[in-house]
C-alpha cells in the first residue's frame, strides 16, 4: 500500500479506535487487567468525542521519540469546533546538538510554519519583506515519499473531536480491555487498550479524554497525546500580510526545508 494511503488509513481508524471510556459501574478492586469493558463503559466512550467537541478545545502535548535520544514535542492548544490549532514544535536531540523550535498553526487542510531562522531574510530577498510564515497545504508525504511526521501529527488532533455521540453498541463488538487506574496531571484515571493496541486514559471524574498513545504503521516508536483544561479556543491562523505561500517561493522552501 503507497505511504499515503496508509496514513490515510491510520487517521480513519485513529477517529474509530479513540473512542473508549470510563466505567460507572463497579470498582477497580473487582477486575483484572485485561477484562473486556462494560456496558457502562460502552455509553461512557460512545460520547467521548462529542465532549470534546462540545467542550469547544484543549491544550495538547503530543510526543513522538522517532529517533534514537530524538523527541519531536508538540505544545499549543486546539479548537476542536472549527478544526484550527497552534503550537510550538520543538526537536531536542541526546547528542549535544541544539534545540529545533518552530511555531507552527494549522486547519484541516494547511500547515503555517513561523519562527524558521532565515526566513524573513530569505523572503525580503525575494521581494516579500515582512514575512514570517510559509503557508502549504497538509501532506502525509515529502517530495521524496516519505511520510512527514509533523504533517501526520497535526492530522490526528481533529480526529479527535466529532459533532455527534456513537452507539454504544458498537462499542461491546470491539475489542477493548480494561487496563487498571492511574494518574494523569494528578487526575485519576481509568486505562484501556484497543483491539490495536492503542492506549485510551479517561478522567474518573470528568470522563474527558486526558491521554491516547498509539504506534505509528511501519514505526517502531509511539506517539502520545495528551489533553488538558478542556474549553472554548479561538485561534486565529497569521494573516495574509505575514505569510506566504511556499509553492509560490519554491526556492526559498527548499533551502528552508520546506
Known amino acids: ?103 507552527l498553526f494549522f486547519t484541516t487542510a494547511d500547515l503555517w510554519y513561523g519562527d524558521v531562522p532565515g526566513l524573513p531574510e530569505a523572503m525580503a530577498a525575494a521581494g516579500r519583506p515582512g514575512t514570517t510564515y510559509l503557508e502549504r497545504p497538509i501532506s502525509t508525504t515529502q517530495a521524496n515519499g516519505t511520510a512527514s511526521l509533523v504533517d501526520v501529527l497535526v492530522q490526528l488532533l481533529p480526529n479527535l ?16 480491555t480494561w487496563q487498571g487506574q492511574r494518574s494523569v496531571d494528578g487526575q485519576l484515571a481509568a486505562a484501556y487498550q484497543t483491539g490495536t493496541g492503542a492506549t485510551i486514559v ?34 486565529t491562523v497569521p494573516d495574509q500580510a505575514e505569510t506566504a505561500l511556499a509553492s509560490d517561493y519554491p526556492q526559498v522552501a527548499a533551502e528552508l526545508g520546506f
Do not use: K
Not at 480513519?12 to 479513540?18: E, F, I, K, R, Y
Not at 477486575?31 to 467521548?48: H, K, Q, S, V, Y
Open 1 to 103: 500500500m503507497p505511504a499515503r494511503s496508509r496514513w490515510i488509513a491510520l487517521l480513519v481508524a485513529l477517529a474509530v479506535s479513540v473512542l473508549a471510556g470510563c466505567s460507572s459501574g463497579g470498582s477497580a478492586a473487582d477486575r483484572n487487567p485485561g477484562d473486556e469493558i462494560t456496558e457502562d463503559e460502552a455509553r461512557t466512550l460512545a460520547g467521548l468525542l462529542h465532549r470534546n467537541f462540545t467542550a469547544g478545545g484543549a491544550d495538547f502535548t503530543i510526543t513522538a521519540p522517532y529517533a534514537e535520544n530524538t523527541v519531536l514535542t508538540l505544545t499549543g492548544e486546539m479548537d476542536f469546533r472549527q478544526g484550527i490549532g497552534r503550537a510550538q514544535a520543538v526537536t531536542t536531540y541526546g547528542n549535544g546538538q541544539p534545540d529545533d523550535t518552530r511555531t
Open 202 to 235: 479517561v478522567s474518573a471524574e470528568t470522563q474527558m479524554l486526558l491521554q491516547y498513545t498509539t504506534r505509528l504503521p511501519d514505526q517502531t516508536f509511539e506517539v502520545t497525546i495528551t489533553l488538558s483544561d478542556p474549553g472554548a479556543r479561538t485561534i
Open 161 to 176: 473531536s466529532q459533532r455527534a455521540d456513537d452507539d454504544p453498541r458498537s462499542f461491546l463488538e470491539r475489542d477493548y
